[in-house]
């Protein structure tokens, strides 16, 4: 496994990041003791940055992975561990956004059930427009000077987004953002290549993507005008999938499985390759629901796309795609 440093901070992280959304997890698919096989065999392949946040099936994902961290034993101390907080996880008043009060009872709650005293990268999980950004950030420089987080960082947030939290915490001498997470495919580009990207080159963040393969259209089992195989996401709902698969998103996995035969690679391991190509992403994050899910995966690491196929892939998926397949 190859290791690349968070945007300029000195930290470095696998480029294959494990999240443990674990969506066959919630959907009664996969058990816990798979999950934990998941992470264990992660690990096992090099792997030393797993995301997860405080909303995964109601805080359960949490505490899979610090049941698997405990089993792990002292391979903790070398693993990057991120979590999250926004999200709604209740009826009550505070029960969401980004209010000192609710970042500081929800840093702790996350901290027993990954049972850790510490999170490595904790991320704003998206944007309060509610709560001054002061408040904000403020309580995350008090969590990074008490030692239960080691950096900070923001999902799904504009480019104008990011650049005001920087001068917030740069006017403020709080901690700064080091890593930003969007979701970033060959089905969904656009989102950070004409305005995220560049602000990453400028301040020198890192950069997490999710949802690679467009919760599995890009894996190559699913074609334009065939049925999606039974017990998949996208088996769920055939009218969402006859929309979703166009004729421009098939000709981009018509892309991934013609390169893939040439170099011997699976269509995925070739979208993972395509994000990984870009030098201002960090890490793209894979999914897994099976051990085997994050074998393949790996199988993105350690090689490059020749120009030829990196210019057919940029061509092919040129289009304005849906706004999101997640």
Known sequence: MEYRKLGRFGVKVS?????????????????????????????????NFIDCANFYFAGR????????????GGKRDDLIITSKVWSKIGEGPNDEGLSRFHIMREIERSLRRLQLDH????????????TGLDETLQAMDDLVRQGKVRYTGCCNHTAAQ????????DANSLASYACLQNQYSLLHR???????????????????????LAVGLLSGQFRRGQTPPAGTHWSRDGSRFERVMTECVDGVVQALVDI?????????????AWILDHPEITAAISGPDLPEHIEEVCGAVGWQLDEEARSKLDEVSRFTPLKSYV
């Open 190 to 212: 656009w989102e950070l290549e004409p305005e995220l990207m560049p602000r990453c080159r400028q301040h020198g963040l890192g950069m997490m993507t999710y949802s690679p």
């Open 162 to 169: 990011v650049v005001e939290g920087l001068w917030v915490s």
């Open 61 to 72: 994902c949490e505490e899979v992975l610090g049941k698997a961290l405990k089993n792990l």
């Open 260 to 272: 893939g035969a040439e170099l011997g690679k699976t269509p995925a391991q070739v979208a993972f």
């Open 119 to 130: 999170i490595d990268l904790y991320l704003l999980h998206n944007w309060d427009g509610g």
């Open 15 to 47: 480029p294959i990041c494990l999240g443990t959304a674990f969506r066959g997890f919630w959907n009664g698919k996969t058990d816990e003791a798979t999950c934990i096989r998941v992470i264990e065999r992660a690990v096992d392949l090099g792997i």
